[in-house]
């Protein structure tokens, strides 16, 4: 495959190896409940720098990836910022912000994605997805980078959105460009593999592979009381209740389910029966359509932003709806969802939303580098969780009118039809607010409003990043990063796996294990004892690595050691010393 040239490839190309590991700083006061790392995050940071900080603990981890970066149009003011050695994109840096006369911003643009693409494979599980929004500027470019990154077998296609519920007549050309692109990438897709389900066979049901299947409702009580009963376990008896939405079939239809094996039952009653979904029942028609046949816009997202926040302070967020849209492709309720061009902070109310319609218990992970990450980006998370008082204006749209000269000339069938719309709804409203714009009568009737919203619930944590782990001055006294913060970097370096700090044993200097490999690391955050002999690896520590598992081979980081790796051969000890200066250079994994 061909792949896309651009100005400063070569420069990029191994760039996210070079970006150094800098650890996840946790600011308790700024999030919600006790620190965890393990789940819902919010990182402020350049999005380069913490993906990288990611790594170590969420390689290969990711189940759903959406990302909404700059569309490039010119009038976005992004800039390029990426500390690449290289006298060309050095001078780039002096050129920013990027405008509509710059003539190599679509170089700049495939510079600055290239390597955050090329980290968020790396974060990405295998039967994971990664959908992109962009328009027609950068899409083409876009296409050929997640082809050659991810290999064309793993580019999915692309959703059509339908942006915009009225059509843009300020183009001069004629055509109103209503729609926005969403590619969807895989990472290593598989035969049975579509979007929305994974078919596998575990139990080796006889009607062959299935998928597990939500069997919740979205009707009230109030609109279908026949789907609103207590599912209960034949067998063990168990009463997993009624779902506040209801049940997505009726009593008749659940028990012929039921004598037909076709339910899930969890083992506890707090979990959520689900259905089995087989592949041999789909037929041709269940492929999820291209085009995004939705009812939701861009001023969706912009409404139900400044409902929440009360203001208009960021331009054109997506709609949380869009973005629920796109998690309930994959089919783990239990998915981890990064988006690392968080913006506004949509996604997490997007997975917030998910888990409560179907009562899974996705994470998220935002990465916002903006200066707006903690009073917009982690705020917005803090409503939806806690809940906020709603105090403005609600506005309702009650005609729109494309403005001819033959309309203009009937000026009294306009106006009277204005009058009419006051006169039947304008006890509805506060005001009947008309504007033209962009060559349209626009009425709307507006009304004040001040309500409360219920909260959605969670907890996140909320982190910044902190200095670079650079080994040379961890032996100078420069920076001296904790045993967990400098074992999982290391781990991941390594094994290019994901480290689990439930595993880590720091009195024993034990890091973790791979298949046929343990890991240890001689260290503490102390400068005097890591230049004293209780630093170094010695032929009795070796012994004891060893001793832990004497069948398969143990590494070993220390700063200094006692004993050759020739000596370690001649007494089959399978000890293998990797010098700290060294080792986060000894894995090439271009």
Not at 204 to 211: A, I, L, T, V
Not at 564 to 575: F, H
């Amino acid at each position: 495959m061909t792949g896309l040239n651009f100005k400063g490839k070569e420069f990029v190309y191994n760039h996210h190896l070079a970006v150094p590991f800098r650890p996840l700083l946790p600011d308790e006061a700024k999030g919600i409940g006790s620190v965890a790392l393990d789940g819902n995050l919010v990182v402020h940071g350049d999005n380069l720098h913490a993906l990288k900080a990611l790594l170590p603990l969420y390689a290969g981890k990711v189940d759903c990836i959406f990302i909404d970066p700059p569309y490039n149009t010119g009038n976005e003011g992004w800039a390029y910022n990426d500390n690449v050695n290289a006298p060309m994109i050095r001078e780039w840096l002096e050129s920013n912000p990027i405008g509509i006369e710059d003539g190599l911003r679509h170089d700049k643009w495939c510079a600055m994605m290239w390597p955050r693409l090329r980290m968020l494979r790396e974060l990405l599980e295998d039967d994971g997805l990664l959908f992109i929004s962009i328009d027609d500027i950068e899409n083409a470019r876009l296409v050929q980078l997640v082809s050659e990154i991810f290999g064309p077998e793993n580019f999915v296609g692309q959703f059509i959105w339908k942006s915009r519920q009225n059509k843009d007549n300020r183009n001069k050309s004629g055509l109103s460009n209503d729609h926005e692109f969403i590619l969807i990438v895989g990472k290593s897709i598989q035969g049975d593999q579509r979007l929305g389900a994974s078919f596998d066979n575990p139990d080796e049901d006889d009607r062959g592979p299935w998928s597990s299947g939500n069997m919740v409702g979205m009707a009230s009580k109030e609109a279908r009381p026949n789907l609103h009963f207590d599912l209960i376990d034949p067998e063990t008896g168990i009463n997993y209740g009624c779902p506040g939405r209801g049940w997505r079939y009726g009593p008749d239809r659940m028990q012929r389910m039921i004598v037909e094996n076709r339910i899930i039952w969890p083992p506890e009653p707090t979990g959520r029966p689900r259905e089995k979904v087989f592949l041999s029942d789909l037929g041709e028609h269940t492929n999820t359509s291209s085009v995004i046949d939705m009812p939701i816009f861009t001023r969706d997202g912009t409404a139900g932003f400044e409902r929440i926040m009360g203001n208009r302070d960021f331009d054109f967020p997506k709609p949380p709806d869009l973005i629920e849209f796109l998690i309930a492709q994959h089919p783990n309720e239990d998915a981890l969802v990064l988006d690392s061009f968080a913006g506004s902070g949509t996604t997490a109310q997007a997975v917030l939303q998910a888990n409560k319609r179907d009562g899974g218990n996705r994470r998220f992970i935002l990465v916002e580098m903006e200066d707006y990450a903690d009073r917009l980006t982690a705020e917005r998370v803090r409503r939806v969780m806690n809940g906020y008082a709603f105090t403005g204006t609600q506005r309702t749209e009650l005609l729109r009118e494309k403005l001819t000269w033959t309309k203009l000339r009937n000026a009294d069938q306009l106006t009277d039809a204005v009058e009419g719309i006051e006169n039947l709804h304008g006890h509805e409203y506060d005001a009947i607010k008309k504007t033209v714009k962009d060559g349209e009568l626009i009425v709307t009737g507006e009304k004040a409003v001040e309500e409360r919203a219920e909260g959605l619930g969670g907890s996140f944590t909320y982190c910044t990043l902190g200095d670079p782990v650079e080994l040379d001055k961890v032996l100078s006294g420069e920076t001296l990063p904790s045993f967990a913060g400098l074992g999982s970097v290391l781990f991941h370096m390594a094994t290019a796996r994901a480290f689990d700090p439930s595993a880590m044993r720091e009195d024993e200097f034990y890091l973790g294990a791979t298949e046929g490999q343990h890991f240890w690391l001689i260290y503490k955050p102390e400068l005097d004892w890591l230049k004293s002999p209780d630093a170094a690896l010695t032929l009795k520590r070796a012994r004891d690595f060893a001793a832990s598992d004497p069948e398969v081979k143990h590494m070993v980081f220390a700063p200094a050691r006692y004993v050759s790796q020739k000596m370690l051969a001649e007494q089959n000890i399978p000890v293998e010393f990797v010098p700290l200066p060294f080792a986060l250079y000894r894995i090439d994994r271009s």
